[in-house]
RNA sequence: GGGUGCUUAGCUCAGUCGGUAGAGCGUCGCCCUUACAAGGCGAAGGCCGGGGGUUCGAACCCCUCAGCACCCACCA
């Protein structure tokens, strides 16, 4: 390493010299990232007002895909945003253990070896999902920082580590002890392939085609029989009732009485129960309690038998029956077919339902009767609820509190343990008779059971392990530190705001604030960012199976065309697809997806990051922040060519502030925020400002404009970040840098700099001021855009006088309203409309921009004939005007092309240059445009009740426009006219 | 069956207090002007989903219809 390894990001860079001439993304992005990394400067400053957003931890299992990228950047801008206004901000970084994913990742592990987890046992398994973990468990973390992430790492917490699972213990336990965690025997939602319960929200149901088998029941000792209608004619094995509407007359007849169940040579009784719905099918309905959510209240209701016919993996468990053994699809096929032959299926009907599958699996869930744990959720609910409706909570946008109520009104409990192997194992333990022991660990459990029983006696601890989701919702005080009431915890907790989407207010948002509340005495955050869905460019929601992923890495990186369609074909579950996906890569991107960079991505996120609705993910947006990239960049590269090295009146000149010669960053303290000063610029005089080094300036109209826009623009942004508007906040500065600074003030400085007449305060001033525009854009954009804007910062900072070490400790920049200029502001937008209206008449007439061209003005105002005066230099070249001169009143013009700039002429001899009948059209389109709106105007004015209801101003700003609509049309028409009467 | 959101330029989307409809991409001209061709300058392109109402005035507020998307829910 050279001396000055602490500076890689200024002084190793290829730009020692100069800015390469486009921007390279990839040279600068990862170096600096480790620069700020192993600098520390991601911590919380210790001082300043608590800023604090808990990351939701990600499953170390997982890799980052787009919904990640475009949460993280918005998490990412709001903290750098906070932490560059001064405040203590922690971004607590972690990752979640993810239990049934993180199992079944690993189970495939050991298929792969041909055996089972069972094979293994469960300590060797768990042992084996740590191992698998601390090797392959880092790609989302590496991921979030090629992101640019600025997570605390040094905090890093996992959901199994110690602290965190002793909270998980703590929060059971007391739950347990207020009665809120209990253990009952229920129905509970199966997979049949994982073995394990799952709570309701991990089942997902959707509409499948299926079937309706109308299936004849004889009733006992008739030779009638009653017709009831299924979906699932398998579970008729477990039928302990056939019910009917009590008031169908039907039906009434039958009820109390018995069938003889097919199949079986059980009889069951006919009941009678409102739940039935006469109308559908034939007004009887099958009742069976052990698999049917319905049939078992119903049951319960009419204290019918509950029959199992399952075993954990769904296949039928009757010993007796000739269906013992099969699988319940296959059972289903028999059953039919065995009905059929005994003449008792009255029909089939095409039939569409919803069937629930398990998220995970996809496998039909089944309703089965088990022991599981529940938390008790309705008092615990009912505070969340009232958190949300006092305002300690609050949502933006604010309409989702309407399905936060919806859900927690109606919630149910909770049910949270699993049958599987990874995760934090239930703190409860069993003796021989059954007896239950909760407690904090096996010691305490035994000496729970040691003083009922007066001496030691065996115990077993649950099987079970707890829902993953049950240390998520402690993650917002667990990673703090909680149950010890640690320094962070005080500082930090409640944090500040949850982003989150909306598929996971229910999982994980709602069951936070009830534990927060519970346990950590306050609400885990106050407020709930709810972004929209990344969908792909047809509005698709991206997965695997659709082969539609886009991985934000590779927009990052670049991938070329094969390797992306060998990566969407790949492994996929219905390989038939294959075909289809690959014809659709190659069609959306026949050039493969080239490498945009970070800050391309975020700034593209940002911008889509609009409210209340998904976002479709399309390439074109990201072309075009791309090429904003290029274009900070290029401005960057002039900026630092005139400024560098040259005389810019900062005070910083004796080199020993130079980057190279800085201490370096110290780890996480003492990076001070300082005051929010912006670059030390002067007065118009240059006066009042005292220092050795600085020199007076003088400053132009141009300077003074862009110093009075960027203000507006500072405080466009300032109440975009308050609203959660980061799209609006991007887009006001993209506009600003692009179409303001670049487009004009750019330029406008060319004419200065290059004037050889320019005195040493004039070029002074526009140095300075293109610099500190430059410096004060790229702390705007820094949120969003991280590594680009410090690589320019830092080669930049000290022609600016700044002396820290990154751009991300930097005051953001605040509006000072006293650097207001509204007559440069007056005066810049006569300038630009002269030049405006030449380029449009040169562009309509199609001559070439490069073309000098004379011009002649007359009829102007003493403000015209005064901004002339003082910004001829700048009409002359922006316009490419070989002469400006006055033509008096009266005096008769040449043949020319005209434009108004309100009450002044603009005009352009024709000349050979300007063709007669292209001049006559490009005037008629102008008059026919303003008679439109003229009209519009006067249409308003002519009606009394506007003049008399509406506002005044509003009336006198109407009277405004039509006075100049119709000095302009007058004009217009009468050179209209000249130009007619020309001969040709 | 309840609930939410969306519908604005060819495409993707902004539109704050109800007061002159905007941006990016794409398209069409003219330009390789020494920061940038990933660029410059200019232009075209809109019944703001339909209907009704409130208002002097509606993309915006109210009602209604239609289409799309999503969430919740036990019709076998």
């Known amino acids: 390493m050279s001396q000055k390894p602490q500076k890689p990001a200024g002084g190793n860079s290829p730009l020692e010299s100069t800015l390469s001439k486009s921007y390279d993304p990839h040279s600068i992005e990862q170096r600096i990232y480790q620069t700020w990394e192993q600098a520390g400067v991601f911590a919380p400053s210790g001082r300043g007002k608590p800023y604090c957003i808990m990351i939701p931890p990600p499953n170390v299992t997982g890799s980052l895909h787009m919904g990640h990228a475009f949460q993280d950047t918005l998490m990412d801008t709001l903290i750098r945003y906070h932490r560059m206004r001064g405040d203590n901000t922690l971004w607590q970084a972690g990752t979640d253990h993810a239990g049934i994913a993180t199992q079944m990742v690993v189970e495939r592990q050991i298929e792969a070896e041909g055996k089972t987890r069972h094979d293994l046992g469960r300590d060797e398994f768990v042992k084996r999902v740590w191992k698998w973990k601390a090797e392959s468990g880092g790609t989302i973390t590496r991921q979030l920082r090629r992101m640019g992430a600025s997570l605390d790492w040094s905090?890093?917490?996992?959901?199994?580590?110690?602290?965190?699972?002793?909270?998980?213990?703590?929060?059971?336990?007391?739950?347990?002890?207020?009665?809120?965690?209990?253990?009952?025997?229920?129905?509970?939602?199966?997979?049949?392939?994982?073995?394990t319960a799952v709570s309701d929200l991990e089942v997902i149901s959707e509409e499948?085609?299926?079937?309706?088998?109308?299936?004849?029941?004889?009733?006992?000792?008739?030779?009638?029989?009653?017709?009831?209608?299924?979906?699932?004619?398998?579970?008729?094995?477990?039928?302990?009732?056939?019910?009917?509407?009590?008031?169908?007359?039907?039906?009434?007849?039958?009820?109390?009485?018995?069938?003889?169940?097919?199949?079986?040579?059980?009889?069951?009784?006919?009941?009678?129960?409102?739940?039935?719905?006469?109308?559908?099918?034939?007004?009887?309905?099958?009742?069976?309690?052990?698999?049917?959510?319905?049939?078992?209240?119903?049951?319960?209701?009419?204290?019918?038998?509950?029959?199992?016919?399952?075993?954990?993996?769904?296949?039928?468990?009757?010993?007796?029956?000739?269906?013992?053994?099969?699988?319940?699809?296959?059972?289903?096929?028999?059953?039919?077919?065995?009905?059929?032959?005994?003449?008792?299926?009255?029909?089939?009907?095409?039939?569409?339902?919803?069937?629930?599958?398990?998220?995970?699996?996809?496998?039909?869930?089944?309703?089965?009767?088990?022991?599981?744990?529940?938390?008790?959720?309705?008092?615990?609910?009912?505070?969340?609820?009232?958190?949300?409706?006092?305002?300690?909570?609050?949502?933006?946008?604010?309409?989702?509190?309407?399905?936060?109520?919806?859900?927690?009104r109606n919630i149910?409990?909770?049910?949270?343990?699993?049958?599987?192997?990874?995760?934090?194992?239930?703190?409860?333990?069993?003796?021989?008779?059954?007896?239950?022991?909760?407690?904090?660990?096996?010691?305490?459990?035994?000496?729970?059971?040691?003083?009922?029983?007066?001496?030691?006696?065996?115990?077993?601890?649950?099987?079970?392990?707890?829902?993953?989701?049950?240390?998520?919702?402690?993650?917002?005080?667990?990673?703090?530190?909680?149950?010890?009431?640690?320094?962070?915890?005080?500082?930090?907790?409640?944090?500040?705001?949850?982003?989150?989407?909306?598929?996971?207010?229910?999982?994980?948002?709602?069951?936070?604030?009830?534990?927060?509340?519970?346990?950590?005495?306050?609400?885990?955050?106050?407020?709930?960012?709810?972004?929209?869905?990344?969908?792909?460019?047809?509005?698709?929601?991206?997965?695997?199976?659709?082969?539609?992923?886009?991985?934000?890495?590779?927009?990052?990186?670049?991938?070329?065309?094969?390797?992306?369609?060998?990566?969407?074909?790949?492994?996929?579950?219905?390989?038939?697809?294959?075909?289809?996906?690959?014809?659709?890569?190659?069609?959306?991107?026949?050039?493969?997806?080239?490498?945009?960079?970070?800050?391309?991505?975020?700034?593209?996120?940002?911008?889509?990051?609009?409210?209340?609705?998904?976002?479709?993910?399309?390439?074109?947006?990201?072309?075009?922040?791309?090429?904003?990239?290029?274009?900070?960049?290029?401005?960057?590269?002039?900026?630092?060519?005139?400024?560098?090295?040259?005389?810019?009146?900062?005070?910083?000149?004796?080199?020993?502030?130079?980057?190279?010669?800085?201490?370096?960053?110290?780890?996480?303290?003492?990076?001070?925020?300082?005051?929010?000063?912006?670059?030390p610029l002067p007065s118009p005089k240059g006066r009042g400002e005292a220092g050795k080094n600085l020199y007076s300036v003088e400053l132009t109209v141009a300077d003074r404009w862009i110093l009075a826009r960027l203000q507006e623009v500072s405080a466009e942004v300032e109440s975009a970040f308050r609203d959660y508007r980061i799209d609006l906040a991007s887009q006001a500065v993209y506009s600003f840098v692009w179409h303001e600074y670049c487009d004009w003030y750019l330029e406008l400085s060319k004419v200065v700099l290059t004037d050889s007449k320019s005195g040493s305060e004039l070029l002074r001033g526009t140095r300075r001021t293109l610099v500190a525009v430059l410096e004060s854009l790229l702390r705007l954009l820094h949120p969003v855009m991280p590594f680009i804007t410090e690589e320019i910062w830092l080669r930049m900072a000290k022609l600016a006088g700044k002396p820290g070490m990154t751009i991300m400790r930097e005051p953001y920049p605040v509006p000072d309203m006293k650097k207001a200029d509204s007559t440069a502001i007056d005066e810049m937008h006569w300038v630009m409309g002269v030049i405006t209206s030449v380029r449009n008449i040169r562009g309509e007439m199609d001559i070439p921009p490069g073309k000098r061209l004379p011009l002649l003005v007359q009829d102007g105002t003493a403000r015209d004939r005064k901004y002339l005066d003082s910004n001829r230099h700048y009409l002359e070249t922006l316009a490419r005007a070989e002469s400006i001169s006055w033509l008096e009143k009266g005096t008769d013009a040449p043949e020319s092309a005209t434009a108004l700039v309100s009450h002044m002429k603009v005009l352009i001899p024709l000349g050979s240059i300007i063709d007669k009948n292209q001049e006559l059209e490009r005037l008629g389109k102008e008059m026919e445009k303003i008679e439109r709106d003229l009209s519009k105007a006067k249409t308003k004015l002519a009606n009394p009740e506007f003049v008399d209801r509406a506002p005044k101003n509003v009336v006198e700003q109407e009277n405004q426009r039509v006075l100049r609509f119709e000095t302009t049309l007058s004009k217009l028409r009468a050179q209209f006219a000249k130009v007619k009467a020309l001969p040709g």
């Not at 709930?528 to 659709?546: C, E, F, T, W």
């Open 412 to 679: 149910q409990d909770w049910c949270i343990s699993r049958q599987i192997w990874w995760g934090h194992r239930i703190p409860a333990w069993y003796d021989a008779d059954g007896q239950v022991y909760v407690a904090r660990g096996a010691s305490a459990a035994h000496a729970q059971a040691k003083q009922q029983h007066g001496q030691d006696i065996p115990l077993e601890q649950d099987e079970d392990v707890l829902d993953t989701w049950f240390s998520s919702a402690l993650w917002p005080f667990s990673t703090l530190g909680w149950p010890e009431q640690t320094r962070e915890l005080k500082t930090f907790y409640p944090t500040s705001v949850l982003v989150t989407g909306f598929d996971i207010i229910f999982f994980w948002v709602a069951r936070m604030i009830m534990m927060g509340l519970r346990f950590a005495g306050d609400v885990p955050f106050r407020e709930v960012y709810i972004h929209g869905l990344v969908r792909d460019a047809h509005g698709q929601k991206m997965s695997k199976s659709k082969g539609n992923i886009l991985d934000p890495i590779d927009l990052i990186d670049g991938i070329d065309l094969e390797s992306l369609v060998v990566k969407r074909t790949a492994s996929l579950m219905q390989p038939q697809m294959e075909k289809k996906i690959e014809q659709a890569t190659r069609k959306e991107f026949p050039h493969g997806i080239p490498a945009y960079g970070t800050d391309a991505l975020r700034f593209t996120f940002a911008s889509l990051a609009t409210q209340g609705r998904d976002i479709k993910f399309d390439l074109g947006r990201i072309d075009g922040y791309r090429n904003f990239c290029n274009k900070l960049w290029n401005a960057a590269r002039y900026v630092l060519m005139n400024a560098e090295g040259e005389d810019c009146g900062q005070s910083y000149e004796d080199g020993a502030q130079a980057p190279s010669a800085r201490p370096p960053l110290p780890a996480g303290e003492g990076m001070g925020v300082r005051a929010d000063l912006p670059p």
């Open 155 to 195: 905090r890093e917490r996992f959901t199994m580590d110690d602290g965190l699972s002793q909270a998980v213990t703590e929060v059971f336990v007391r739950l347990y002890e207020e009665g809120l965690i209990y253990r009952g025997k229920r129905l509970v939602n199966w997979d049949p392939v994982l073995h």
């Open 208 to 408: 499948e085609a299926g079937h309706l088998w109308h299936i004849r029941y004889p009733i006992a000792g008739t030779n009638k029989h009653l017709v009831v209608a299924t979906t699932r004619p398998e579970t008729m094995l477990g039928d302990t009732a056939v019910a009917v509407h009590p008031e169908d007359e039907r039906y009434k007849p039958f009820i109390g009485k018995l069938v003889a169940l097919p199949l079986t040579d059980r009889e069951i009784p006919i009941i009678a129960d409102e739940y039935v719905d006469r109308e559908f099918g034939s007004g009887c309905v099958k009742i069976t309690p052990a698999h049917d959510f319905n049939d078992y209240e119903v049951g319960k209701r009419h204290n019918l038998p509950v029959i199992n016919i399952f075993y954990s993996d769904a296949c039928i468990n009757l010993p007796d029956s000739p269906y013992h053994g099969q699988d319940r699809f296959m059972a289903r096929k028999k059953i039919v077919a065995d009905l059929e032959a005994l003449g008792l299926i009255e029909r089939i009907q095409d039939h569409k339902l919803m069937v629930p599958r398990g998220d995970r699996t996809g496998a039909v869930i089944e309703p089965f009767l088990t022991d599981q744990w529940y938390v008790k959720v309705g008092p615990l609910a009912a505070e969340a609820i009232k958190a949300v409706e006092t305002g300690r909570i609050r949502f933006v946008p604010e309409n989702w509190t309407k399905t936060y109520y919806e859900w927690m």
